[in-house]
């Protein structure tokens, strides 16, 4: 079993920045690819990054250049820097990680969401 817990949401003012964790612990071998979406109220859940085990990085368009996606082998953490933040980035935040078991087996979790609420 593999358990990720996030942390790291809140209400920010537009224009102000939140750094979101996710870690991961239980049954891992090694993780791969780590990400983030977000879901919105009435919305499907969308692609916010996400990135390799050897750091590449992929943005939706929407947050390139306010949102950055960094992580950690080691900890097994992935973490999302926003800065720049605006009223339409409000969602809630999931995180997730593929990887392989200590048996070998693929893995692919979610994280249980995070609430990151932009207003004034």
């Known amino acids: 079993q593999v358990q990720l817990v996030e942390s790291g949401g809140g209400l920010v003012q537009p224009g102000g920045s939140l750094r979101l964790s996710c870690t991961a612990s239980g049954n891992i071998l090694i993780s791969s690819d780590m990400g983030w979406f977000r879901q919105a109220p009435g919305k499907q859940r969308e692609l916010v990054a996400t990135?390799?085990?050897?750091?590449?990085?992929n943005y939706a368009d929407s947050v390139k250049g306010r949102f950055t996606i960094s992580r950690d082998n080691a900890k097994n953490t992935v973490y999302l820097q926003m800065n720049s933040l605006k009223p339409e980035d409000t969602a809630v935040y999931y995180c997730?990680?593929?990887?392989?078991?200590?048996?070998?087996?693929?893995?692919?979790?979610w994280g249980q969401g995070t609430q990151v609420t932009v207003s004034s």
């Open positions: 990135i390799t085990r050897g750091g590449g990085t």
């Open positions: 997730y990680m593929k990887g392989l078991t200590k048996q070998y087996s693929p893995f692919d979790y």
